[in-house]
């Protein structure tokens, strides 16, 4: 993928048993990712480690749990600063390798995820017809990433159990008068 990102959307094809994740850029083009339940299974904690390492408290002598809590804490930022409310845009030009009736989502078979020079990070996609697919998100798309997986999953039933960090770590008082 050359061209930036524009929307990234995830949905559950229950006669699939599988999640399709659709990738669109600026220019109006696509690609389209069967990912399987297995998959997401693997990639889950490859996500996590990226998001753990690039964290600045990672730097930080704290307890795990503390830097868990503030895993949470910028996961909850970037999610609330993403705009979920529009459905993927239609009339992009597929790009997803493939012709004719063979043109369809791809079944992703494997990949990886490691953080680039530049603090995006880079997301390579494996699919069964031999094609890599990388993409590159910033803090932010890696964590509406990682908010779409949780509730997609949550929906398809797969019990994955998939959350970022551990918020709970983190007492925030409800009321700010108040100190106890």
């Known amino acids: 993928m050359t061209s930036a990102l524009h929307q ?43 998001l753990e390492k690039e964290n600045p408290a990672a730097k930080k002598n704290l307890m795990p749990a503390a ?34 009736d063979n043109r369809g989502p791809l079944l992703v078979i494997g990949g990886s995820v490691s953080p680039d020079k530049s603090g995006a990070t880079g997301l390579i996609l494996k699919t069964n017809n031999n094609a890599e697919i990388k993409v590159s998100l910033n803090k932010e798309l890696l964590h509406a990433l990682c908010k779409l997986l949780i509730e997609v999953t949550m929906k398809a039933g797969w019990d994955l159990g998939l959350s970022v ?14 100190v106890h």
């Open 67 to 100: 830097k868990k809590a503030v895993v949470a804490m910028e996961h909850q930022e970037a999610v609330a600063a993403a705009d979920f409310s529009r459905s993927h845009d239609e009339g992009n030009k597929d790009l997803t390798p493939g012709t004719g």
């Open 8 to 50: 990234i959307t995830l949905s559950h094809s229950a006669e699939e048993d599988r999640l399709l994740l659709r990738i669109s850029t600026l220019d109006k083009t696509e690609f389209q990712f069967w990912l399987t339940r297995r998959f997401v299974n693997v990639l889950w904690p490859a996500l996590m480690n990226v």
């Open 165 to 178: 960090g551990d918020a709970g770590a983190a007492v925030v008082p409800q009321d700010k008068t108040r």
